[in-house]
């Protein structure tokens, strides 16, 4: 089957029927892009996937663009964005001209409730994948628990842990790479 298709419809079907946006759709696309059609690896995947957090705009859309260009260039990248933002954009239009004939309260006020509670299961599940993939040595644990710490009680803002965190990966590269050369230099 063709790669722009198999794109177009993973993330199309992913955007469609996951609730709470990118992440929550992580495990939908890493069943059918990485098990089932094998186009992309789950590390690729999962990078790609940590990558699109830390860039601004949509989760869901720099996953596509980033995944997209890895499966077939810049026109998987087209294809994956479009079917990643099209349902969105839809089911908006739709809500939007309906949401006045809906009503507020009863079963639909019911509905929305479960696919909210859902929603979380997702992104739970998306942040348990991610953090097997990301948080293998002691120094990422410890900035995955302090950046953490601090979005949990509202101490440092987003971006400022973003920068934070990239200065200190620098650094602890950079350290590593230092003490690698300075053994290589004593033997």
Known sequence: ?????????VYFLAG???????????????????DKY?????????????LSNTFPGVIAVNSACFVGKKVNGVSGMLIAAFGAIFPAFALMLLATVLYQLIPQEGVFLAVLKTVRAASAAFLLSAAFSLAKY??????SLLIAGACLIFTIFNLVDAPKLIIAAGIIGVWLTYSAKNKNNQKGATK
Do not use: C, H, Q
Request: proline letters at 4%; a neutral charge; hydrophobic letters at 45%.
């Open 134 to 139: 990301n948080l293998r040595d002691l120094p």
């Open 38 to 50: 094998k186009l992309i690896s789950k590390e690729d995947l999962y990078e790609y996937s940590t």
């Open 16 to 34: 469609a029927f996951t609730f709470s946006g990118g992440l929550a759709m992580l495990p939908v696309i890493e069943r059918d892009l990485v």
């Open 1 to 9: 089957m063709n790669k722009n298709w198999l794109l177009f419809k």
